[in-house]
């Protein structure tokens, strides 16, 4: 009992005060969804019920909506956070009559530089800057994109045909990684980067980093939010401020060039974005701020490279695992550009197999495999009452693969996406580019993208396994879907290439 004394009376009520508020600060918010009469698995104290079916967070979900069907409550460490993977809750929250409601993601504040970039933005600001940056990604300008396109998808097929002459084992992201940042730096800016001859160059390194928050930054600020004003005073960010200021720091040169060079006009989204800085003045109306489009070029690589490269990866992993698939696309592909002709736009378009195996192919794999929305008010769907300020994440990878949905959720079946079947899709049940208002800017570009990429390469190779071909996959729990392992496939040549 010695111990008892070796501090004071006033210390020892203190010190056990401070535990029960510790305690207490670390269960406060675990009511919530009890009395919202939301089941969910159990929390634990500042955990939450994080990585209680799979450490892999997308896997989690999938466990959660086993369990708890079409919707259930999970706490993120101390944030509850409604899971919804309902189709008509879908429609209401994110396109119908609660889309004003569910305009925001969550912000959770540390977002550095980039806290005016669309995906950041909120409400007017989103608008405004939405409404500007939307005619950039209509079909009319990315056709005519297509040909500077076509220019980096040549240079992907010639890469890889060393590869196929040696039979040598690839890291299949090493290609399509280049590839899909060539591709949108051109686009967005008229840089040829030439990745393909510098893959590990600093653009594509600090792009890759960008989406790989600190866990423990993550941790800190979702079970002490009231530390979040200080950190954001702090410059704390969640983007590595080397990353950041790396692609802050070349997009004013591409900047600066563009203005020494303003007799040479590219038809790029840089220079739309400018011109809507001068066509708004005229009008006395809000165009985007140097800084803002600073922000936005910035997303459209964040945006935009990791998820294309991944689509890509997975789309040569499930036809090198089904190779029945890859000579059906390949015969269609053969059909539509006899010769290996080269690709048009419209014929590319237009392609029916080709476009079932994408969207199959982003059915199992869709590179961001969770969405969300936050509450702006308290509101009733479908008898729940969301409180305002509460997160609602959408478990698009689960809903993917919900076995009442789909049949044969697990299997790589381009089929289900035929024209006729296509009409039987509930499109609130497939959504890897999200849906409504707020869904992916560039997702008419990344479609193209991914399309030629693959018409290309399949026109003259087709994709292998090989002993060191990981099947199963194991995921990444970290970042945007992923593989833990770089996905290592063989391409072949074809025999008439
Ligand atoms: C296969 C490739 C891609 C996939 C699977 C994808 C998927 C998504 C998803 C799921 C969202 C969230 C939608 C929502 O919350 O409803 C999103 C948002 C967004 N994406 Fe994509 N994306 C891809 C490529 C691109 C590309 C190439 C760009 C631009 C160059 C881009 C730019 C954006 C932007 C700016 C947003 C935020 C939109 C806003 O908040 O208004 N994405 N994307």
């Not at 944030?79 to 396109?95: F, G, Q, S, T």
């Not at 983007?239 to 563009?258: G, M, N, Q």
């Not at 000579?327 to 476009?355: N, W």
Request: charged share 25%.
């Amino acid at each position: 009992m010695g111990f008892l004394y070796f501090f004071s009376l006033e210390t020892w009520i203190l010190l056990i005060a401070f535990i029960c508020i510790f305690i207490m600060y670390g269960h406060w918010t675990f009511g919530v969804f009890e009395k919202m009469g939301v089941l969910g698995p159990k929390p634990y104290m500042y955990w939450g019920s994080i990585g209680r079916f799979n450490s892999v967070y997308y896997l989690d979900d999938h466990g959660g909506a086993r369990k708890y069907g079409r919707v259930w409550g999970t706490y993120e460490f101390r944030r509850p956070v409604l899971a919804v993977m309902d189709p008509d809750m879908l429609k209401i929250i994110l396109v119908k009559e609660c889309f004003t409601y569910f305009t925001n993601r969550r912000n959770l504040r540390l977002n550095g530089d980039l806290y005016d970039s669309v995906s950041i933005a909120e409400d007017d600001q989103w608008r405004r800057i939405r409404n500007i940056l939307s005619p950039s990604f209509a079909s009319g300008r990315i056709k005519e994109m297509f040909s500077t396109m076509k220019h980096h998808s040549r240079k992907l097929t010639d890469s890889l045909r060393s590869k196929a002459d040696n039979a040598e084992v690839i890291a299949i992201k090493d290609f399509f990684g280049p590839y899909s940042m060539d591709v949108i730096a051109s686009t967005a800016f008229s840089v040829d980067l030439d990745s393909f001859s510098n893959p590990s160059g600093p653009l594509i390194n600090h792009a890759g980093k960008m989406f790989r928050i600190s866990p423990l930054l993550f941790i800190f600020q979702a079970c002490f939010p009231i530390f979040l004003p200080l950190l954001e005073l702090l410059g704390v960010s969640f983007f590595p401020k080397s990353s950041s200021d790396f692609c802050r720091a070349f997009l004013k040169k591409v900047r600066e060039d563009r203005d020494r060079n303003s007799h040479q006009v590219p038809r790029d989204m840089l220079q739309y974005m400018i011109n809507s800085q001068t066509a708004n003045k005229e009008k006395q109306n809000n165009g985007l701020t140097d800084h803002e489009i600073n922000s936005q070029l910035t997303i459209f690589l964040l945006a935009g490279y990791e998820t294309s490269a991944a689509t890509l990866s997975f789309l040569a992993y499930n036809l090198a695992l089904k190779p029945e698939v890859m000579t059906r696309l390949q015969e269609e592909i053969d059909s539509t550009f006899p010769d290996k002709g080269p690709v048009q736009y419209e014929a590319l378009m237009q392609m029916e197999y080709l476009d079932g195996v994408v969207n199959e192919s982003l059915k199992l794999y869709p590179p961001a495999a969770r969405m969300e929305r936050i509450a702006k008010e308290t509101v009733q769907i479908k008898g729940i009452t969301i409180p305002k300020d509460m997160g609602v994440m959408v478990p698009v990878y689960a809903l993917h693969r919900d076995p009442e949905l789909w049949t044969d959720p697990e299997e790589f079946k381009p089929e289900r996406f035929s024209k006729e079947n296509k009409q039987n899709i509930n499109p609130y049940t497939y959504l890897p580019f999200g849906i409504g208002p707020r869904n992916c800017l560039g997702m008419r570009l990344a479609l193209v993208t991914v399309k030629l990429a693959l018409v290309e390469v399949l026109q003259r190779y087709s994709f292998s396994v090989c002993k060191e071909t990981e099947i199963p996959l194991e995921m990444d729990p970290q970042g945007l879907l992923g593989s833990l392992r770089p996905i290592k496939l063989k391409v072949v040549t074809r025999s008439n290439a």
